[in-house]
């Protein structure tokens, strides 16, 4: 995790020691306290409520993946092409030959089935869909990953304006 990542956990863990004090955690660690109208951080406890939490939020993740994808699913074929057929001619997808299709056919298929279990095992309203990348292997979208350390935001903030202005919204143009 970067420093962006530290720095919404720091801003979020200050915020809720001033509005909602009974949230937070009592670790034994003061990393915030009040001195008058001031709240004092102490940067190498911050730091390490950081690590401790991000260690948790990893594990808890990994084993969440690791029962969504051990989850026993059964895919029905003709439904699963009528899937992959819809998806195509949703995001006006072509392919170059059959063998090709197969292969992104695969593709999709394992990303639907994750999308299914996830939604089947959503803890709150959110639903997860299949996008533009749903017949992307997970290797292809890997190394499409563009946070690789630190985000610079002024680009970022600059890259979504112009997004924006030019009506784009996940590389897709705007309906």
Known sequence: MGYNDYFVFRTDYIC???HAPDEVPDSGKVAVKRVGNVMEVDDAVMKELFEESMKKHNEAYKNYWKMVREQEYKVDEEVMKKRFEDWMK??????KNEKEKAR???AFKVNAINTDKLNAHSLGD???RLN????????????MDCRHGDMDMKSYIEDTRTMYAEGRFGARPRK
Do not use: L, M, V
């Open 132 to 143: 533009e990348y749903a017949d992307w292997t997970e290797d292809e979208f890997r190394s």
């Open 104 to 106: 992104r056919y695969e």
């Open 126 to 128: 959110a639903r997860n």
């Open 90 to 95: 949703e995001y006006g997808r072509t392919y």
């Open 16 to 18: 809720r020691k001033i």
